[in-house]
């Protein structure tokens, strides 16, 4: 292995989870290794990547960092065996919440962001210095500011947006604390309406930007920019969507012991079993040919939830089951819940983040419902076309990218596999519903047809793997 990347982020699965960033931390960097890249990962010691990771060793000792503390790298071994360091900083890192409340959150991942500018310019003082920074969200996006403030020799920086509308703005009496010159607090630098961006430097600073999904980097060059549309569009030369993946070795029907039985491509009616387990598991009414759709979300405005709200009626017209997993708005919340009281046996709601009840939803349901105003990626309709949970989603960022419309001539070529429709409204939603349920009901060999082709994608990480890869080269390569 040549080539030496460092990534630095927030999140890893499963020790530390807040979203699909989680599972990115975890599968792209194996994914690399597997094309003879070395990649090490560097996050917060959370006490749950601690006892991962043991044993560590301290290799580095950096002293008081941003007020909290004497701060140290340890270095050890994730269970799939990357190396990762862990910024060790109690004072900051107590927890496994990775975005634990508190008026120390800019110093925190400012911290860490220091951090990944050090390992980048120094090295580990044990031989390993990487090639390329590779920094993730706002939580990390200082380090390129970091490196290109402190002039050269120094590592190549990518950014990645995993969702712009997360940007991390913070009052500017920080930037001194932060360690950052003050003649960077200006329009060309960190300084976005006022504030201090996170995000912001990094789109500013970084060598190269990329985002989750071909469709949403063009996306955020207009009105989806989140008031950045100005400098992305200034800095399209150096942006680039890359398609997340799914870990086959974990999003798995065949091999998933989160299912009450395997099934598989080959073996499509063993599915029936998890979807009356499922029913009985939710307390709704077990009938194998009553349709039952699902929800698995963040319970955010941009994922659109109000619009499944809005279509209640029609699940109570229709004699569809509603299943609903998620947790967020308070007020979501309350209507999801008050829905579920009403009409016990035709909708649940579990408020919370449950990894086995999701691996369930997915294999059990008949299809997904992810409405989003906005979504970079999305990895939930991802893992719905792996387990045969056919999607009903909205046309925006890597949902375009990766559900084809069962309009009837794409139905007729052998390449629908989900459900597709555009407007975010009620009414956009409830004929995308309409469309699925009349083939549920209708033309059901037909839904098994579609079945088995989402279920034959490959949106493995293997190719999205070697885009990083040529990216890296490039970036390496290119004298700018």
Same mark, same amino acid.
Request: glycine share 10%; net charge neutral.
């Given at each position: 292995?040549?080539?030496?990347?460092?990534?630095?982020?927030?999140?890893?699965?499963?020790?530390?989870?807040?979203?699909?960033?989680?599972?990115?931390?975890?599968?792209?960097?194996?994914?690399?290794?597997?094309?003879?890249?070395?990649?090490?990962?560097?996050?917060?010691?959370?006490?749950?990547?601690?006892?991962?990771?043991?044993?560590?060793?301290?290799?580095?000792?950096?002293?008081?960092?941003?007020?909290?503390? *004497?701060?140290?790298?340890?270095?050890?071994?994730?269970?799939?065996?990357?190396?990762?360091?862990?910024?060790?900083?109690?004072?900051?890192?107590?927890?496994?919440?990775?975005?634990?409340?508190?008026?120390?959150?800019?110093?925190?991942? @400012?911290?860490?962001?220091?951090?990944?500018?050090?390992?980048?310019?120094?090295?580990?003082?044990? +031989?390993? &210095?990487?090639?390329?920074?590779?920094?993730?969200?706002?939580?990390?996006?200082?380090?390129?500011?970091?490196?290109?403030? @402190?002039? *050269?020799?120094?590592?190549?920086?990518?950014?990645?947006?995993?969702?712009?509308?997360?940007?991390?703005?913070?009052?500017?009496?920080?930037?001194?604390?932060?360690?950052?010159?003050?003649?960077?607090?200006?329009?060309?630098?960190?300084? #976005?309406?006022?504030?201090? @961006?996170?995000? &912001?430097?990094?789109?500013?600073?970084?060598?190269?930007?990329?985002?989750?999904?071909?469709?949403?980097?063009?996306? $955020?060059?207009?009105?989806?920019?989140?008031?950045?549309?100005?400098? %992305?569009?200034?800095?399209? @030369?150096?942006?680039?969507? $890359?398609?997340?993946?799914?870990?086959?070795?974990?999003?798995?029907?065949?091999?998933?012991?989160?299912?009450?039985?395997?099934?598989?491509?080959?073996?499509?009616? =063993?599915?029936?079993?998890?979807?009356?387990?499922?029913?009985?598991?939710?307390?709704?009414?077990?009938?194998?040919?009553?349709?039952? #759709?699902?929800?698995?979300?963040?319970?955010?405005?941009?994922? +659109?939830?109000?619009? $499944?709200?809005?279509?209640?009626?029609?699940?109570?017209?229709? +004699?569809?089951?509603?299943?609903?997993?998620?947790?967020?708005?308070?007020?979501?919340?309350?209507?999801?819940?008050?829905?579920?009281?009403?009409?016990?046996?035709?909708?649940?709601?579990?408020?919370?983040?449950?990894?086995?009840?999701?691996?369930?939803?997915?294999?059990?349901?008949?299809?997904?419902?992810?409405?989003?105003?906005?979504?970079?990626?999305? %990895?939930?309709?991802?893992?719905?076309?792996?387990?045969?949970?056919?999607?009903?989603?909205?046309?925006?960022?890597?949902?375009?990218?990766?559900?084809?419309? =069962?309009?009837? *001539?794409?139905?007729?070529?052998?390449? =629908?596999?989900?459900?597709?429709?555009?407007?975010?409204?009620?009414?956009?939603?409830?004929? =995308?519903?309409?469309?699925?349920?009349?083939?549920?009901?209708?033309?059901?060999?037909?839904?098994?047809?579609?079945?088995?082709?989402?279920?034959?994608?490959?949106?493995?990480?293997?190719?999205?793997?070697?885009?990083?890869?040529?990216?890296?080269?490039?970036? %390496?390569?290119?004298?700018?």
């Amino acid at each position: 292995m040549n080539l030496r990347i460092l990534f630095a982020g927030t999140e890893l699965f499963p020790f530390v989870k807040a979203g699909g960033l989680g599972d990115v931390m975890a599968a792209l960097p194996k994914a690399l290794r597997a094309l003879g890249v070395d990649v090490r990962l560097l996050l917060p010691a959370h006490p749950a990547l601690k006892q991962a990771a043991a044993p560590l060793e301290t290799v580095l000792t950096l002293g008081d960092l941003m007020g909290g503390g *004497e701060a140290r790298v340890l270095l050890g071994r994730c269970p799939a065996g990357l190396p990762l360091y862990l910024l060790d900083q109690p004072a900051f890192f107590h927890t496994d919440a990775p975005y634990a409340p508190g008026g120390d959150m800019p110093l925190r991942f @400012g911290s860490l962001a220091w951090t990944a500018a050090h390992l980048g310019r120094h090295g580990d003082g044990q +031989g390993w &210095k990487p090639a390329i920074v590779h920094v993730h969200d706002w939580h990390t996006a200082l380090a390129p500011a970091y490196l290109a403030l @402190g002039g *050269e020799p120094r590592p190549r920086t990518v950014l990645t947006i995993h969702n712009l509308a997360y940007q991390g703005l913070f009052p500017p009496d920080l930037l001194a604390p932060l360690g950052l010159p003050a003649a960077c607090f200006q329009p060309d630098g960190v300084e #976005f309406y006022g504030k201090l @961006g996170f995000l &912001k430097a990094g789109l500013v600073y970084a060598d190269r930007i990329t985002t989750v999904s071909p469709t949403y980097a063009r996306e $955020i060059l207009g009105p989806a920019g989140e008031g950045l549309e100005g400098l %992305l569009r200034l800095r399209n @030369g150096r942006l680039r969507g $890359i398609l997340n993946g799914v870990d086959g070795d974990i999003w798995n029907p065949a091999t998933d012991p989160l299912l009450p039985r395997p099934f598989s491509l080959e073996d499509l009616p =063993a599915r029936l079993p998890a979807k009356l387990a499922l029913q009985r598991e939710l307390g709704l009414r077990e009938a194998p040919d009553t349709p039952l #759709f699902s929800v698995v979300s963040r319970f955010a405005p941009q994922k +659109g939830l109000d619009l $499944i709200l809005e279509n209640l009626p029609w699940f109570q017209a229709q +004699g569809v089951q509603l299943a609903v997993l998620g947790q967020g708005d308070p007020d979501l919340e309350a209507r999801f819940l008050a829905a579920a009281r009403l009409h016990p046996e035709r909708v649940a709601v579990r408020i919370g983040f449950d990894e086995g009840l999701s691996h369930r939803l997915y294999g059990g349901a008949d299809a997904l419902l992810v409405p989003s105003r906005r979504e970079p990626c999305g %990895l939930t309709q991802l893992y719905a076309l792996r387990y045969g949970a056919l999607p009903v989603v909205r046309a925006t960022g890597g949902l375009a990218d990766t559900v084809v419309d =069962a309009t009837p *001539e794409a139905t007729r070529e052998g390449r =629908a596999t989900g459900f597709v429709f555009g407007e975010a409204s009620p009414g956009a939603l409830k004929e =995308a519903l309409d469309r699925a349920l009349s083939l549920y009901r209708n033309r059901h060999d037909t839904w098994v047809d579609l079945q088995r082709r989402a279920m034959a994608q490959d949106f493995g990480w293997t190719q999205p793997a070697r885009q990083y890869l040529e990216l890296y080269e490039a970036l %390496l390569a290119s004298v700018d």
